[in-house]
């Protein structure tokens, strides 16, 4: 039996079970010395063990199938055995003849650089050798532009030997010609061994480093995606655009500027989270209106907000109906409009300061929020209108109504001592579908939070539910 084993970057307990079992049981192991320093105290004494040197891994292959004939031998491969390893050329040496051969995988230099660096690989990359031992230069450097000109995470094993020093020069001018000198560069050193060195820089300042750089060193270059937190590279892998979480994160990475407070931020969220489905889980409402009001409770961190929500004609559903069908929103005032999710803004629209409004609700004798309802009128016919701040709006929207002019969904939650009550009271005799904060209470963070959750609602039913 012959077995080809990925021993992992070098520390022990990243050994995977089968590889530890192999080695136990070999008659015979076979590995170039460094790899047998970093296994032996795991070799059993019974074991014949034959280093081999760089350069004779042909000679040792043949050796290897001849004797696996007969015996348990063991090839140790850095890592895995697959990934520039020695795998390949044993079976391209076996052939098609019937040799027991078994190839057992290893942690890859690439994943335990990245676990140490933080997650730079979350998203595509791609692998890449600059030994031109075996590969022609010319051909390394094609691969490079193309791989450079691709914007994704890139691996560089072999950068840099003692013979072999231009190659990593060369693979850094091409990265520079096609990437931001700002893109982020992790570079470590003896992952998971003796020796260990690590360092997140960015391309442009990649060569203050290059002194560090040998054949021990695993490079990664980072993407567009790739970002410093907390002091950790970290490749978005495109949950921000899809979940809230990252508002959160970016709101409390603004206000501090520091790494940890993300996972504040993010545990801060979590506990959040939990008071708040705590709180709406006492309310006779559908999972879907626990969500919306939930997220009142939570923008305005008051839970009475579950005795004045109220959903009338199954707004949810048609909200998410026409979030679906890319429906246009309305809203009263420029701060609503800028609260909206980025997943939807292009569809957000408010005209409160249209060159016009000022000149009709001076002839009008309308506020300046009425007047560009009285604009966007066309536009309110079976689209969305979000009214966070303005009661006037409201009196203008039943104006609207009156003259047919029927939105598909109507979220209505304006403030104030006056009208404010009464105008949300109109609002929920439309008999149009619609969610009203009742009372003189509301405002943005209300409407916003409401036509958000119904948004996240809309994405979340595209990827299937959960
Ligand atoms: N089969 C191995 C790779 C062999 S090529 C694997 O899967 O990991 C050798 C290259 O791998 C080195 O030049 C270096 O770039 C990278 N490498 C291997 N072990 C490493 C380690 N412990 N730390 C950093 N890089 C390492």
């Known amino acids: 039996m012959l077995s080809v084993v990925g021993i992992g970057p070098g520390s022990l307990d990243l050994l995977t079970e089968r590889a530890r079992t192999r080695i136990s049981s070999a008659d015979v192991i076979m590995g170039n010395e460094r790899y047998i320093e970093l296994i032996k105290k795991i070799i059993p004494t019974s074991s014949e063990v034959i280093i081999g040197k760089m350069g004779t891994e042909v000679e040792r292959a ?56 933080g997650a730079p690989l979350s998203n595509d990359f791609a692998v890449v050798s600059l030994s031109d031992l075996l590969v022609p230069w010319p051909e390394i450097e094609k691969r490079l532009e193309g791989l450079a000109m691709m914007g994704i995470a890139v691996a560089i094993y072999n950068p ?28 470590v050193k003896n992952a998971e061994r003796v020796g260990y060195y690590s360092e997140i820089t960015t391309l442009s300042d990649l060569p203050d480093f290059y002194h560090q750089i040998d054949m021990s060193t695993t490079i990664i270059i980072g993407c567009s995606g790739t970002k410093n937190i907390g002091g950790r590279m970290v490749t978005r892998r495109g949950y921000e655009n899809k979940y809230d979480y990252v508002r959160v994160e970016e709101t409390v990475n603004q206000s501090h500027e520091r ?50 929500i109220v959903f009338k004609h199954n707004p949810i559903e048609k909200g998410i109906q026409g979030i679906q069908d890319g429906k246009t929103i309305i809203t009263d005032i420029e701060m609503v409009k ?26 009008e004798n309308l506020t300046r929020t009425a007047a560009g309802f009285r604009i966007a009128k066309e536009l309110i016919r079976d689209n969305i209108v979000v009214i966070g701040n303005a009661p006037s709006t409201c009196l203008e929207l039943s104006a609207l109504l009156e003259e047919g002019i029927k939105p598909a969904l109507i979220i209505a939650t304006p403030v ?27 405002g943005t963070p209300s409407a916003v939070a409401i036509i958000n959750a119904i948004i996240e609602l809309c994405m979340e039913e595209e990827r299937g539910g959960n």
């Open 338 to 363: 800028a609260g909206i999710s980025k997943r939807y803004k292009e569809k957000v629209k408010c005209f409160v300061n249209n060159p016009k409004t000022r000149e009709i609700a001076v002839k």
């Open 416 to 442: 104030g001592f006056v009208n404010a009550a009464d105008v949300k009271e109109d609002v929920l005799s439309t008999g149009i579908p619609c969610i009203v904060i009742r009372g003189p209470r509301g």
């Open 160 to 187: 840099k030997s003692k013979t072999r020093t231009t190659q990593l020069e060369k693979a850094y001018e091409i990265f520079m010609r096609f990437r931001d000198g700002k893109t982020l560069v992790g570079l």
């Open 259 to 308: 790494g940890d407070s993300v996972a504040a931020g993010a545990r801060v969220w979590e506990q959040s989270k939990a008071i708040v489905a705590e709180i709406v889980s006492k309310y006779p409402l559908s999972e879907y209106e626990r969500r919306v009001a939930g997220r009142v409770v939570f923008a305005n961190a008051d839970p009475s907000f579950m005795d004045l």
């Open 62 to 117: 043949k050796k290897a199938v001849v004797w696996g004939n007969r015996k348990n031998v063991v090839i140790v491969s850095g890592g895995d055995p697959g990934i520039y390893g020695m795998a390949g050329l044993i079976l391209e040496v076996i052939g098609d003849s019937d040799i027991d051969v078994e190839i057992v995988p290893g942690i890859t230099a690439a994943s335990a650089a990245a676990a140490l660096l």
